[in-house]
């Protein structure tokens, strides 16, 4: 069975605290294996917030599932059962805070070490 869900959003929190909505931009569920392509777009202060306050750039971000969408409309039944999914994945943010200049290379060398 194949299922076009359209546009799909997730919340993105941290230990609580929203750091963002990711997309996943007209998916379609195929049997088997797939890979999508996910843009999340995100609270950079709060980011940096819990990044300096755990002294680490690995977070374990929740991914709680929004809305489908198709053509500006939502899908109630769809998002009915998105409310439904919570997701937990470690993702390293570290290209994102060296980028700021929040953080140097030594610093986040140092906090991987601990």
């Not at 950079?44 to 809305?67: C, E, H």
């Amino acid at each position: 069975m194949t299922l076009g869900l359209g546009d799909v959003t997730f919340a993105l929190s941290v230990n609580g605290t929203d750091i963002g909505v990711a997309t996943l931009n007209n998916l379609v569920l195929t049997p088997g294996y797939q890979q999508v392509e996910i843009r999340a777009v995100m609270d950079q202060p709060a980011v940096y917030s819990i990044v300096l306050a755990q002294q680490k750039t690995v977070l374990p971000i929740d991914f709680t599932g929004g809305s489908s969408t198709v053509d500006g409309q939502q899908i109630p039944y769809f998002t009915a059962m998105l409310k439904d999914i919570v997701l937990q994945n470690n993702i390293d943010v570290t290209q994102s805070v060296e980028s700021t200049g929040l953080v140097d290379r030594r610093s986040l060398i140092e906090w991987n070490s601990r």
